[in-house]
């Protein structure tokens, strides 16, 4: 059974910084794309970073872009996200997804219809 465990989340203030892991079992995701998406109260969920299998290949959204870092380690079957600089706007349950098929850089890992795996979430607060 395949099951992505997010851990890291947790209440700071605007300016901090916080690292999100993502753990993968029951399969290797090392060739295959993962990705960080985020849900606040009353919105839709809102793509946040996705990778390609090497960490060669990365893509933001644009309001994460300069603060946030996606990451990986294949041989941890995990994946990262370093949040800098956050503010409040950032609050949301953060997911981490997983794609089933092998990495191609020709799709959309921005879409949440590219992923089959998904967490349970982790809370990020970031207060004013």
């Known amino acids: 059974q395949v099951q992505l465990v997010e851990s890291g989340g947790g209440l700071v203030q605007a300016g901090d910084s916080l690292r999100l892991s993502c753990a993968a079992s029951?399969?290797?995701?090392?060739?295959?794309?993962m990705g960080w998406f985020r849900q606040a109260p009353g919105k839709e969920r809102e793509f946040v970073a996705a990778?390609?299998?090497?960490?060669?290949?990365?893509y933001y959204g644009d309001s994460v872009k300069g603060r946030f870092t996606i990451s990986r380690d294949n041989a941890k079957n995990t994946v990262y996200l370093q949040m800098n600089s956050l503010k409040p706007e950032d609050t949301a349950v953060y997911y981490c997804?997983?794609?089933?098929?092998?990495?191609?850089?020709?799709?959309?890992?921005?879409?949440?219809?590219?992923?089959?795996?998904w967490g349970q979430g982790t809370q990020v607060t970031v207060s004013s």
């Open positions: 029951g399969r290797t995701f090392s060739n295959h794309a």
């Open positions: 990778i390609g299998w090497s960490g060669g290949s990365t």
């Open positions: 997804a997983a794609d089933s098929r092998t990495y191609y850089r020709g799709r959309d890992y921005s879409r949440t219809s590219m992923y089959d795996y």
